[in-house]
């Protein structure tokens, strides 16, 4: 499937979720390797969305399941959060959420994200966003233990480190394209290494392996140890519900 195809075939199914479930998707977009701009031929799409049920739903006692999740197969991975769901997490500075609601490539947003853009800025937590991306890359990192390593862990390994010094340096969230992570923020002396990288992975299985190399393992060790110091010396800030609250009646009462 082309990306094209897709922008066709996601709203489909987004009306069809509607039917079949009675919710209202809020929002939708693409995340993964293809949101981030490095995807490889055979990488599926990523599709990820946020709904609302009706209002009455959420004055139950008997509380309902807070995701949607279609099986997956080898063209898409479709699923979706509800919106209290999504609030809560937007409590914690899930950087999840945010990379969807600034996802390069949208399939439905009736305003949602504009909406939504004052409460990213107000519970951006810089701590639990920099926990977040270190631990992803140094969950890929011990991975690296051979004379060869998976094409794309290493790009698993970059963006996250890149996203924890855009944080460091611009305390807010990351962007979610990567040549945009790259152009800010990676030393000028791994740009060859990064430009093979990307060459290579556009045209190469998901699963396709590549000698070590040793600058790129140098830089996330170093670089990783860095942003663990700087944690550490964070003072977090405490926030209330009040704004979430408000949102969130004001949305399931439209």
Same mark, same amino acid.
């Given at each position: 499937?082309t990306q094209d195809e897709m922008n066709i075939l996601v709203p489909e199914k987004l009306?069809?979720?509607?039917?079949? /479930?009675?919710?209202?998707?809020?929002?939708?977009?693409?995340?993964?390797?293809?949101?981030?701009?490095?995807?490889?031929?055979?990488?599926?799409?990523?599709?990820?969305?946020?709904?609302?049920?009706?209002?009455?739903?959420? #004055?139950?006692?008997?509380?309902?399941?807070?995701?949607?999740?279609?099986?997956?197969?080898?063209?898409?991975?479709?699923?979706?959060?509800?919106?209290?769901?999504?609030?809560?997490? #937007?409590?914690?500075?899930? +950087?999840?959420?945010?990379?969807?609601?600034?996802? +390069?490539?949208?399939?439905?947003?009736?305003?949602?994200?504009?909406?939504?853009? +004052?409460?990213?800025?107000?519970?951006?937590? =810089?701590?639990?966003?920099?926990?977040?991306?270190?631990?992803?890359?140094?969950?890929?990192? /011990?991975?690296?233990?051979?004379?060869?390593?998976?094409?794309?862990?290493?790009?698993?390994?970059?963006?996250?480190?890149?996203?924890?010094?855009?944080?460091?340096?611009?305390?807010?969230?990351?962007?979610?394209?990567?040549?945009?992570?790259?152009?800010?923020?990676?030393?000028?002396?791994?740009? =060859?290494?990064?430009?093979?990288? #990307?060459?290579?992975?556009?045209?190469?299985?998901?699963?396709?392996?590549?000698?070590?190399?040793?600058?790129?393992?140098?830089?996330?060790?170093?670089?990783?140890?860095?942003i663990q110091a700087h944690i550490e010396s964070l003072h977090e800030h405490s926030r209330t519900w009040d704004?979430?609250?408000?949102?969130?009646? /004001?949305?399931?009462?439209?």
């Open positions: 499937m009306n069809e979720i509607e039917r079949e /479930r009675g919710i209202t998707v809020l929002y939708a977009a693409e995340s993964g390797s293809r949101a981030w701009g490095f995807e490889s031929p055979d990488s599926d799409f990523d599709v990820r969305f946020i709904y609302k049920r009706p209002q009455s739903e959420y #004055l139950r006692l008997d509380k309902t399941r807070d995701v949607i999740e279609l099986p997956i197969n080898d063209t898409w991975d479709v699923s979706g959060w509800d919106l209290d769901k999504a609030l809560r997490l #937007l409590m914690r500075s899930n +950087p999840t959420l945010y990379e969807w609601l600034s996802s +390069p490539i949208c399939y439905r947003d009736a305003g949602f994200s504009g909406r939504m853009r +004052p409460l990213l800025a107000e519970y951006f937590s =810089p701590s639990k966003m920099l926990w977040h991306y270190l631990s992803m890359a140094r969950n890929n990192m /011990r991975a690296l233990d051979g004379d060869t390593v998976r094409l794309k862990r290493y790009l698993y390994i970059l963006r996250p480190l890149l996203a924890c010094l855009w944080v460091t340096e611009n305390e807010s969230a990351p962007p979610v394209k990567f040549a945009d992570l790259a152009e800010s923020m990676l030393p000028d002396s791994l740009r =060859p290494e990064l430009e093979y990288l #990307l060459a290579e992975k556009v045209k190469s299985s998901e699963k396709a392996e590549i000698p070590r190399i040793p600058s790129i393992d140098s830089f996330a060790v170093s670089t990783a140890d860095k704004a979430i609250n408000a949102f969130f009646l /004001r949305e399931i009462s439209q």
